[in-house]
Nanobody, 126 residues
């Protein structure tokens, strides 16, 4: 099944930026990251997991959590089979474990029931 490995997390001061990457592997033969519904989620200690951003297969329609619009950008590079999350103007409340997710669903948004998940990368903003 699809494997997802996140990287790019770390510690940053408020107002700083980070770019998270999610490398995909073991995709169905002939498919690329563009053929999947992909998303970023995060979970802070003691809080429920929340959707950050999603990008649909094919036409790449994007959705963002309302509170994050304008600061976060989701994108992908087909040749690298990699999903990205560019985060800017980071705030302490952005501190969380960030997870990459993938699914075959053509109905792609933050409420999609994603089948495949990475192990996460920690982002700490002070």
């Amino acid at each position: 099944h699809v494997q997802l490995v996140e990287s790019g997390g770390g510690s940053v001061q408020a107002g700083g930026s980070l770019r998270l990457a999610c490398v995909t592997s073991r995709l169905t033969y002939g498919l690329t990251v563009t053929d999947y519904c992909m998303g970023w989620f995060r979970q802070a200690p003691g809080k429920e997991r929340e959707g950050v951003a999603s990008i649909s297969p094919g036409r790449s329609t994007t959705y963002y959590a309302d509170s994050l619009k304008g600061r976060f950008t989701i994108s992908r590079v087909d040749a690298k089979n990699t999903l990205y999350l560019q985060m800017s103007d980071l705030k302490p409340e952005d501190t969380a474990m960030y997870y990459c997710a993938a699914d075959f669903s053509s109905t792609c948004h933050l409420g999609t029931d994603f089948d495949f998940w990475g192990q996460g990368t920690q982002v700490t903003v002070s």
